[in-house]
């Protein structure tokens, strides 16, 4: 595997692919990589002939308290696990090759209306933090696709909107969520959760399964099921931030005669904010 850390050598690398008929796919990460990492490299490796993964810890998308210093940072291991799943460049760009000028006057990428909701209400400015850093990548690489994992869904909702509305030549990919054995969504921040916590997590998504069955036994009244779901994580010892029932499609509310659904939830466990989703088909 290949790495670069500057935009001039990444584009010459993918000129030499470009010119050779290659079609390329893109894995954007934060690093500290695990098995939903590298699922997205092995379903890359899949569907295109050349692998770029970048990892870069973006400034943009952290609000003011959050866990920037302390966001876990992993390159030695992170490289060794990206050699074993077959990729062929990791991108590995400083702040300042990223933003070419302070953030305060940096031009920034934003998709409005569903950005600014759930985790755009818990994390402003979030949104179009991811927005711009994927927008900047995606120019810099050109890739034939990209891959997002599906635990992130409205982010992954914000990138599709972002690459229509912009008329980005990008086919969008979205990759299921890897779990553990007991439910719990692979995620970067499982690392903050002591023993306690960890034992305490997978409450989340058993909420997710237990509101999906009831939906599919015939409930339909939405907000009595979120409400329900809410008293439960709290009681499971967790801090709810949101439990909705939305449509797939743009995460509005949905009517009784919607066909795709996802429910979504994000929760505080100890210091970890957790995010997880479950899709739903009623056809």
């Known amino acids: 595997m290949n790495r670069v850390e500057t935009i001039g050598e990444l584009r010459l690398q993918l000129a030499v692919w470009r010119g ?78 990223i ?24 994390r402003p400015g979030h949104f179009v933090g991811v927005a711009t850093v994927v927008c900047k990548l995606f120019n810099m690489t050109q890739p034939s696709l990209a891959l997002f994992g599906e635990k992130d869904y409205q982010q992954l909702l914000v990138i599709r909107r972002m690459t229509e509305d912009l008329c980005m030549p990008v086919e969008i990919r979205g990759v299921p969520t890897v ?39 015939g409930a339909r009244d939405y907000r009595r099921l979120e409400q329900t779901a809410l008293s439960r994580l709290t009681e499971a010892g967790l801090k709810p ?18 066909e795709e659904l996802v429910i979504l939830a994000a929760a505080y466990v100890g210091r970890a904010r957790l995010i997880d989703n479950l899709r739903l088909s009623l056809r």
Not at 104 to 112: A, F, I, N, Y
Not at 191 to 207: F, H, I, Q, T, V
Not at 241 to 258: C, H, K, Q, T
Request: hydrophobic share 40%.
């Open 241 to 258: 931030d949101y439990f909705v029932i939305r449509r797939a499609e743009d995460l509005g509310a949905p009517m009784s005669v919607e």
């Open 179 to 217: 779990r553990e054995e007991d439910g719990l969504a692979l995620s970067s921040r499982n690392n903050y959760l002591s023993p306690d916590e960890r034992a305490r997590a997978p409450a989340m998504y058993r909420m997710l399964r237990e509101t999906a069955n009831a939906i599919i036994g």
């Open 99 to 122: 933003y070419r000028r302070p953030l305060e006057g940096q031009t920034r990428v934003e998709v409005p209306g569903i950005s600014d909701i759930l985790c755009g209400v818990s």
């Open 20 to 97: 050779a008929g290659e079609r390329t796919a893109l894995v954007p990460t934060m690093g500290n990589l695990h098995a939903g990492h590298l699922e997205l490299v092995l379903k890359a490796r899949d569907l295109a002939d050349r692998v770029v993964v970048s990892i870069f810890v973006n400034p943009m998308q952290f609000s003011a308290g959050e866990d920037l210093d302390a966001y876990p940072r992993t390159l030695d291991e992170d490289i060794a696990r990206l050699t074993d799943a077959g990729a062929d460049l990791l991108f590995q760009p400083s702040e300042a090759e």
